[in-house]
């Protein structure tokens, strides 16, 4: 399937140079991961010399040096080097869901140009390892499926005005269930939904390794002075987020850095990694790609939702089926703080949420 796709991209510019870091990058990545130049080299196809010319390159131009050599001790990333790791870190987590969505737009308007075949099953979700998962599945199956990561709120609106046939949106279990599907009524009444469970999750706070500011719960944010970063209005982490302050009695205002916003848990987790934020609320999967401590709050549950009349959909029938399926079960076992237990369970929005009857 030919697609199109938009990558962030980190570039050096001095002097009327214009040299893109990609390539640097990817070997100090493998140098952090084996501890020398020429196994990082090896990994990646490239000779031992070819590999030391470009760094040394890219130092010059930069004016600082980016490895210190020792016998015995291979190489070693300099504190320059591993800022421009997080700085790329930070760059994919915050962008890389925006610029897929933009492909996505792209490619719908470049196909109604061509006059090509649209007919694709367009998800808006909110951005979240196991649904990446499943969107991943569906381009291996051949499944044409135009993705756009959006809040909760706006998923689910934008599937009451038929803009797209699946939306997702993600409920706590337990007592604050009931609040946060509040916020959903509005877009529901007078619909037909049936509801596909794609996977349960562990919400919590994320911390920098070793919890250096002793945070064990929200009410240690105001007390700590730790810098939060927050997600957007209308995400279901920030519902979430508003209705555990107001739940603890914590005043939003005595929480530093609440107007930090962050996009996805991945971008949380990369702020907090990078040293720019102490605290923020985040699935466990982000706290474990990043390095970070982990603090539980509660379990929710991540769901697709669809129009009963679009049931039939041979789109939607194939994207369930692999939801379904033992492969993408397994991949959901595998993220840290999912559970599969009930992926691929499909009933009515009444059913799967009773006061929504």
């Known amino acids: 399937m030919k697609r199109i796709s938009i990558a962030p991209q980190l570039r050096f510019r001095h002097d009327g140079s214009d040299l893109p870091l990609d390539k640097v990058l990817s070997l100090l990545t493998e140098v952090q991961t084996h501890g020398n130049l020429q196994a990082a080299s090896q990994v990646l196809g490239q000779s031992y010399r070819g590999a030391w010319g470009h760094v040394k ?14 016998r015995g001790r291979g190489a070693v990333l300099t504190p320059l080097a591993q800022r421009l790791l997080w700085g790329q870190k930070r760059l994919q987590a915050r962008l890389g869901p925006l610029l ?11 196909d109604d140009l061509l006059l090509k075949e649209t007919d694709q099953l367009r998800l808006f979700a909110s951005h979240g390892l196991a649904v990446a998962a499943l969107v991943d599945f569906a381009g291996r199956a051949g499944l044409p499926i135009d993705v756009s990561y959006r809040g ?43 509801v596909a469970d794609v996977a349960s999750r562990r919400l919590g706070l994320l911390v920098a390794r ?23 209005r209308g995400s279901g982490t920030r519902i979430i987020f508003d209705l555990l302050l107001a739940r603890d009695g914590i005043d ?57 009349s679009g049931s039939e959909s041979p789109h ?17 076992h595998a993220i840290p703080g999912y559970s599969e237990g009930a992926t691929g369970r499909v009933t009515s929005l009444s059913e799967a949420f009773p006061s929504l009857g």
Do not use: W
């Open 252 to 308: 939003p205002s005595t929480v530093a850095g609440a107007e930090n916003i962050e996009f996805t848990h991945a971008a949380v987790a990369a702020y907090i990694a990078s040293g720019r934020a102490d605290a923020g609320l985040a699935i466990e999967a982000a706290a474990s790609q990043f390095g970070l401590d982990f603090i539980p709050i509660l379990t929710e549950r991540y769901c697709l939702m669809f129009p009963e």
């Open 57 to 70: 390159e890219v130092e010059a131009l930069m004016g600082a040096p980016l490895l210190t050599m020792a």
């Open 100 to 110: 897929e969505t933009m492909a996505s737009e792209l490619q719908t308007e470049l």
């Open 152 to 194: 909760s709120i706006e998923a689910i609106a934008a599937l009451a005005k038929h803009e797209c046939e699946v939306a997702s949106f993600h409920v706590p279990i337990g007592a604050l269930a009931e609040p946060v599907l509040d916020q959903y009524v509005p877009l529901l009444k007078g619909k037909s939904y049936r």
């Open 210 to 232: 070793g919890n250096p500011l002793g945070i064990q719960s929200l009410a240690d944010l105001p007390r700590t002075g730790a810098r939060f970063a927050n997600r957007e």
């Open 316 to 332: 939607l029938q194939a994207l369930l089926e692999i939801l379904q399926s033992g492969e993408y079960r397994q991949a959901v």
